[in-house]
């Protein structure tokens, strides 16, 4: 019996051999023949969880080198190139930033330059979580240009989009199915975040809370497995100066709850400022009937005058929320104009209210004029910027154990939490960067808050509310996520009969004779005037009434309601739930009829569907 067992696995082995010395006719590279003997000779969770680590390893990889690059880019335009006038450097940088990144995209990747979570959860929703192979680098590319030259965006959002596109070209090219694509789409998103932040529990709850919303989801191990894949790449290789990393903090202190109570007030009615002026200048870079290299002029000029006059507004802003948390607001403060001014703690809070003010408009700008990033960075820096703004008032009204540092802390998680709807991804963030556990409470309190106060002014993230509202992405009501799915046009039943409405009611009885179906459409010129079923028919044909006076506008029913070939499934199911008809008649946007919806069709479609994503 071992005999036979060594025999049977040398076999295999043999044909793994084979495959490999054959792989190079067949257009296969070597490691993608090994990996399909893998998937072949492994159990399916054994296989997910290998391929996690490798999505998870490759999005690790490509998170941190888009964090090495651009720190290397601000290394060279920082340490490198000197010019005699600081004004100089703000006004170039940040223009050229944006410029670039749109030429890039323009002529290098032909205009493609979908961004953003949205991005990602139009995939999932509308392209069975397949990713474009282009989104594995273009990310990388256009963003690292326009953070790297002084963009005032964040990098985690192209890591993110990266590190999905990573695991869904992985699933595709071994063939896996919708439920293990996107299992692996959101790995691969997993772990860029975990690498961004070496955060590998965020990274999690990332994927829980923005990526999997509606999604009918099992498995969790390969998720963990890329979350710590990523993690240990960002640990090995990032240096102390790229991570986001927290030190400096007070001991939790219960006395203090009133501050944290009154400031995520505070986080969240800014995170409403903060959406509500990002998607303002959306719309107004909409309006501007001007090229995209124009655009992106118009938008570099504008950003760079605000890097001059505000300095931390430039780059990711990381360094400069760390600086505030070590307590230098003074260098911060004498890096800008501000300095021609005699120094005072409420010159600083000038200072600062206008910077956590203008960096709502310095993130759009830099993103809707051209360039490529997120808002994860320009919430953390400005839930930095102002919890030390909400403490210094504190103080200088008087009040005195102030938790100025843990304020700074708590403000990012709270900004976050409120402008990007992920309270748990905001509240893990944090404690783990700051290894503030300690800080749960508080973390808790104003991200919380914060969310529930975004939550009350809209349920969904503006961001995203245009493509939830056309049933372009998943919300968490799973029923309506299926539906949308379904294609009107595939479920329109276009054999139907149709009788026109000047014949006599000899050729009807004919028609029903040969016919098979129910109801009848009624035709004039080709457009819908009625439908004739035979439950109307029956008083005319058991001679309950004289056929003489028999006609076809007689004998027809105007419908209760018309569907049109475009409107939503879920539309049409509540025209039926409201008529409590069986079937729907539809035409086209210039009223030409094209057959009929069967609510039970629709049904069995939404079955089908449901065993399929669930």
Not at 136 to 159: D, F, N
Not at 564 to 590: Q, S, W
Request: contains cysteine; charged residues 15%; aromatic residues 12%.
């Amino acid at each position: 019996m071992s005999n036979y067992k060594s025999i049977k696995k040398y076999n295999k082995v043999f044909r793994l051999l084979k495959d490999i010395k054959t792989s190079s006719v067949r257009g296969m590279r070597s490691y993608e023949v090994f990996i399909n003997w893998l998937r072949n000779n492994m159990t399916r969770n054994q296989f997910l969880i290998f391929s996690g680590i490798l999505v998870g390893l490759s999005s690790g990889l490509a998170g941190v080198l888009l964090k090495l690059l651009v720190h290397y880019i601000h290394y060279l335009i920082t340490s490198k190139v000197h010019f005699e006038d600081q004004i100089v450097f703000y006004i170039l940088f940040p223009f050229l930033g944006i410029v670039l990144t749109t030429v890039v995209v323009i002529y290098i990747f032909k205009g493609q330059d979908r961004k953003g979570i949205g991005a990602i959860l139009y995939e999932i929703a509308r392209h069975s979580s397949k990713v474009a192979p282009v989104k594995m680098y273009s990310q990388i590319v256009q963003s690292a240009i326009t953070v790297g030259l002084g963009g005032s965006a964040g990098l985690e959002s192209p890591i993110a989009v990266t590190g999905a596109a990573i695991g869904s070209n992985f699933a595709q090219t071994y063939k896996l199915d919708y439920k293990e694509r996107t299992l692996l789409l959101a790995a691969g998103a997993t772990a860029g975040i975990a690498a961004a932040f070496n955060a590998p529990i965020a990274g999690m709850m990332f994927a829980f809370e923005i990526l999997l919303t509606g999604v009918v989801f099992s498995d969790f191990i390969p998720l963990a497995v890329a979350a710590v894949c990523g993690s240990l790449l960002s640990r090995i290789i990032l240096k102390e100066e790229v991570l986001f990393q927290f030190t400096s903090r007070h001991p939790f202190d219960y006395h203090n709850i009133i501050f944290y109570l009154f400031f995520a007030i505070l986080c969240g009615f800014y995170a409403r400022y903060f959406v509500v002026v990002a998607k303002f200048v959306e719309h107004q870079f909409h309006r501007l009937k001007v090229s995209r290299l124009q655009r992106a002029g118009v938008a570099g000029i504008l950003l760079s005058l605000l890097c001059l006059a505000f300095p931390p507004l430039f780059g990711e802003g990381y360094a400069v929320v760390k600086a505030l948390n070590n307590g230098h607001v003074s260098d911060i403060v004498e890096n800008s104009f501000f300095r021609y001014f005699n120094y005072s703690q409420w010159l600083v809070v000038l200072f600062l209210t206008l910077v956590v003010l203008i960096k709502a408009f310095a993130t759009p700008i830099t993103i809707f004029g051209g360039g490529n990033g997120g808002n994860f960075a320009p919430s953390l820096f400005a839930g930095g910027f102002l919890g030390y703004l909400f403490s210094l008032i504190c103080t200088q009204m008087g009040f005195e154990h102030v938790p100025v540092t843990n304020l700074v802390i708590v403000g990012m998680a709270g900004v976050m939490s409120g402008v990007m709807y992920a309270p748990l991804t905001a509240i893990f963030l944090i404690a783990e960067s700051s290894s503030g556990y300690d800080l749960f409470i508080p973390l808790m309190i104003v991200a919380v808050i914060s969310f529930l106060i975004a939550k009350w002014f809209s349920p969904l993230p503006p961001e995203l509310k245009l493509l939830a509202d056309e049933g372009k992405i998943f919300t968490r009501e799973h029923d309506k996520n299926l539906l949308s799915l379904l294609n009107t046009e595939g479920l329109i039943d276009k054999e139907f009969e149709y009788i026109n409405v000047n014949a006599s009611f000899t050729n009807l009885l004919a028609q029903i004779k040969g016919g098979k179906r129910n109801i009848i459409a009624v035709l004039d010129d080709g457009k819908l005037a009625g439908t004739i079923s035979l439950d109307d028919l029956r008083p005319w044909l058991f001679g309950e009434t004289t056929n003489a006076t028999a006609t076809i506008s007689k004998l027809m029913k105007v419908p209760k309601v018309i569907v049109a070939n475009t409107d939503d499934v879920r539309i049409i199911l509540k025209h039926f739930d409201k008529t409590g008809t069986a079937e729907l008649p539809v035409v086209t946007a210039f009223g030409e009829f094209v057959g009929f919806i069967v609510k039970a069709t629709v049904l069995d479609s939404y079955r089908k569907l449901l065993q399929e994503y669930s």
